[in-house]
């Protein structure tokens, strides 16, 4: 993301640029694309509370909020703690 482009530009251009909006909430397959990491490593993340959003849980589906990752790698990936203060007081 350059410092330019608002969220809704990358969510859009990530979304393959053709207009089309990408989803908000992700899959855990689409969530390890998204952040270009394997599925265990995706658990090892959360489990150790290095993975700053929490997910959602939507019939049986495990969920995460795309805007809330985008947010959370826009402040530099902070650990669980640190994000959680963060986003109560921001946003």
Do not use: H
């Not at 859009?12 to 990408?22: K, P």
């Not at 700053?52 to 939507?58: A, D, R, V, Y």
């Not at 947010?71 to 946003?91: D, V």
Request: some cysteine.
């Amino acid at each position: 993301m350059s410092g330019t482009q608002t969220i809704e530009q990358v969510r859009i251009e990530r979304a393959g640029g053709n207009g089309q909006i990408a989803p908000a909430l992700l899959s855990m397959p689409k969530t390890c694309e998204y952040l270009s990491i394997s599925r265990p490593t995706l658990y090892k993340l959360a489990a150790s509370g290095k993975l700053g959003p929490m997910p959602i849980s939507l019939c049986r589906k495990v969920l995460y909020r795309r805007a809330e990752l985008d947010e959370w790698i826009a402040a530099g990936c902070p650990p669980r703690r640190a994000w959680a203060s963060m986003k109560g007081k921001n946003f």
